[in-house]
C-alpha cells in the first residue's frame, strides 16, 4: 500500500526556535497533503490543506504565520512551526491521499515538545 | 460548517464481548471513511463506504452507512485485545476537498 514518510518522529527544542516537519509519499504522487494537530487522548484537528505548487489553505483559527506549509513537489510537503512556545507543544500528523479512492495515508506523525 | 458526531467517548468491554461505534454527521456525505489509531500510533484507514445503506464487513467488523447518508457505524464481534486503540469515522460532503473527522471512540478491551 502507499507509504507517507513523517520526519522527524520526536522533536525537543527550546521556546523561540523554529522547528521543521517532512511529510514525503514514497509511491505516489500527492497533490494535496493535509497536516493535523493531536493532542493526548483527543480527535485529529485538521489545520492546513497543503496544495502543490500554491499556497495552503488553513483552517479557521490557525495562524498562516506561525504555521508555515510549503508544497513545493509532488511528493514533499513541509510544516514549520516558527518562533515555537510551550503552548505549540503537540503531535503533529500528516496525511496524503490518492485521489482515485481518496483514502487517507498518514504519516507516524511528530512529538513537538517545546521548553 | 459540516459538524461529524461520534459516540461513545470511551468503550470498556470484557474480550468476547461486542462492540459498536456511531457517527452521526449534520449534512449529507458523499462518503464516510473508518479509521483506526493504536496507542502510540498513526491512523490507518479501514474502509471507505460510498453507496446509501451500504455494508460492507472485514471479518469481525461491519460497517454500515445509512440510507440518508448522514449516519455510519462500526460494529466490532467477539473483540480480541487486538482490537483496542481509538476508532475514527470521517465524512466528506459533496463539494469539500477534505473530510471532516469525528472525535473518535476509544476501545479497551479487558483479557
Known amino acids: 500500500g502507499a507509504v507517507v514518510s513523517q520526519h522527524p518522529s520526536r522533536v525537543i527544542c527550546k521556546s523561540g526556535t523554529s522547528v521543521k516537519i517532512e511529510c514525503r509519499s514514497l509511491d505516489f504522487q500527492a497533490t494535496t497533503m493535509f497536516w493535523y494537530r493531536q493532542f493526548p487522548k483527543q480527535s485529529l484537528m485538521l489545520m492546513a490543506t497543503?496544495?502543490?505548487?500554491?499556497?495552503?489553505?488553513?483552517e479557521q483559527g490557525v495562524e498562516k504565520d506561525k504555521f508555515l506549509i510549503n508544497h513545493a513537489s509532488l511528493t514533499l510537503s513541509t510544516l514549520t512551526v516558527t518562533s515555537a512556545h510551550p503552548e505549540d507543544s503537540s503531535f503533529y500528523i500528516c496525511?496524503?491521499?490518492?485521489?482515485?479512492?481518496?483514502?487517507?495515508?498518514f504519516g507516524s506523525g511528530t512529538q513537538l515538545s517545546v521548553l | 460548517g459540516q459538524q461529524v458526531m461520534q459516540i461513545p467517548q470511551y468503550q470498556h468491554v470484557q474480550e468476547g464481548e461486542d462492540f459498536t461505534t456511531y457517527c452521526n454527521s449534520s449534512t449529507t456525505l458523499s462518503n464516510i471513511q473508518w479509521y483506526k489509531q493504536r496507542p502510540g500510533g498513526h491512523p490507518v484507514f479501514l474502509i471507505q463506504?460510498?453507496?446509501?445503506?451500504e455494508v460492507k464487513k472485514q471479518k469481525r467488523l461491519t460497517f454500515q452507512f445509512g440510507e440518508a447518508k448522514k449516519n455510519s457505524s462500526l460494529h466490532i464481534t467477539a473483540t480480541q485485545t487486538t482490537d483496542v486503540g481509538t476508532y475514527f469515522c470521517a465524512g466528506k460532503n459533496t463539494n469539500a476537498g477534505k473530510s471532516t473527522f469525528g472525535d473518535g471512540t476509544t476501545l479497551t478491551v479487558k483479557p
Open positions: 496525511s496524503a491521499g490518492i485521489p482515485a479512492n481518496e483514502k487517507l495515508f
Open positions: 497543503s496544495n502543490e505548487g500554491s499556497k495552503a489553505t488553513y
Open positions: 463506504l460510498v453507496k446509501s445503506g
